[in-house]
């Protein structure tokens, strides 16, 4: 697999070895971003196309990738849906546009977060950090494989089966998934799946991330997503699993 697309399970990702990639045409943004976050202690790699970001990806794999949605003569949704193809990388976007589907696409084609500009220096900061504690492996779980008639979630593998054959998912949809799985008929607001999942919550991130992301879950395991079995919308409450 490309630059260890299978991240070790036991890898716990601090400030003290993260490793981000910027990907901005801009020079001066590149720079102004690395030493944001090198202030906060964090490693930065800068690209500024799709193609050197995607070279720096097959050298070494990083540990968030923060990616500008208007590149110079690039789409940045294009190169997330490469990055997609190959990589179990969290990318958080960035634009300078304001339009709701923009975010909806982006979450659409994997994005873990999605950041307009002007920004702050702490709410990009806290973001970066919301989204790499989802990396510390290092808390002891129950790593036998989930399984509800034809669904299967193998935790080691982080993969999903649905009538023992694989379904690719993104490492947040694994997260989400497995979160609700892991409390069958258990409901879960919005808020609530923002905190645990996300480790954020609706002052840093829209709740719209959390029902994208089970949009796009129903898309790949229900055979009728319309009318979900496993992941089910509790009106006016929230989410849950029924097993």
Same mark, same amino acid.
């Given at each position: 697999?490309?630059?260890? !697309?299978?991240r070790?399970? =036991? !890898?716990?990702?601090? +400030?003290?070895?993260?490793?981000?990639?910027?990907?901005?045409?801009d020079?001066e943004v590149r720079s102004?971003?690395?030493?944001?976050l090198e202030? $906060?202690?964090?490693?930065t790699?800068h690209a500024a196309?799709?193609a050197?970001?995607?070279?720096s990806?097959s050298r070494?794999? =990083?540990? /968030?990738?923060?990616?500008?949605?208007t590149?110079?003569? $690039?789409? %940045?949704f294009?190169?997330?849906a490469?990055?997609r193809?190959s990589?179990?990388?969290?990318?958080?976007?960035l634009? %300078?546009?304001h339009?709701? =589907?923009?975010?909806?696409?982006?979450?659409?084609?994997g994005?873990?977060?999605?950041v307009a500009?002007?920004?702050?220096s702490?709410e990009?900061?806290?973001?970066?950090?919301s989204?790499l504690?989802?990396?510390?492996?290092?808390?002891?779980v129950?790593?036998?494989?989930?399984?509800?008639?034809d669904?299967?979630?193998?935790?080691?593998?982080r993969?999903?089966?649905v009538?023992?054959?694989?379904?690719?998912t !993104?490492a947040k949809?694994?997260d989400?998934l /497995?979160?609700l799985a892991r409390s069958?008929?258990?409901?879960f607001?919005?808020?609530?799946?923002?905190?645990?999942?996300? =480790?954020?919550?609706?002052?840093?991130?829209?709740?719209?991330?959390? !029902? $994208?992301?089970?949009?796009?879950?129903?898309r790949k395991?229900?055979k009728?997503p $319309?009318?979900p +079995?496993?992941?089910?919308?509790?009106?006016?409450v929230?989410?849950r699993?029924?097993p």
């Amino acid at each position: 697999m490309q630059a260890d !697309t299978a991240r070790a399970m =036991s !890898t716990t990702v601090t +400030k003290a070895h993260a490793r981000l990639l910027v990907v901005d045409d801009d020079p001066e943004v590149r720079s102004m971003l690395g030493r944001l976050l090198e202030a $906060e202690g964090y490693r930065t790699d800068h690209a500024a196309t799709g193609a050197e970001a995607l070279e720096s990806l097959s050298r070494h794999l =990083s540990d /968030l990738v923060i990616l500008d949605v208007t590149l110079d003569g $690039e789409n %940045g949704f294009d190169i997330l849906a490469t990055i997609r193809r190959s990589y179990d990388v969290p990318v958080i976007m960035l634009t %300078g546009r304001h339009d709701e =589907s923009d975010r909806v696409l982006g979450l659409r084609l994997g994005a873990d977060d999605y950041v307009a500009k002007p920004f702050s220096s702490p709410e990009l900061a806290a973001r970066v950090a919301s989204v790499l504690r989802r990396l510390d492996r290092s808390a002891p779980v129950n790593d036998q494989p989930l399984c509800f008639g034809d669904l299967t979630l193998d935790v080691l593998s982080r993969e999903v089966l649905v009538a023992g054959k694989l379904v690719p998912t !993104t490492a947040k949809e694994f997260d989400l998934l /497995l979160f609700l799985a892991r409390s069958p008929r258990q409901v879960f607001t919005r808020q609530q799946l923002l905190e645990q999942v996300w =480790s954020s919550s609706a002052d840093w991130q829209d709740a719209g991330t959390v !029902t $994208e992301h089970v949009r796009r879950i129903r898309r790949k395991v229900e055979k009728d997503p $319309e009318h979900p +079995k496993w992941v089910q919308t509790v009106r006016g409450v929230g989410y849950r699993f029924e097993p």
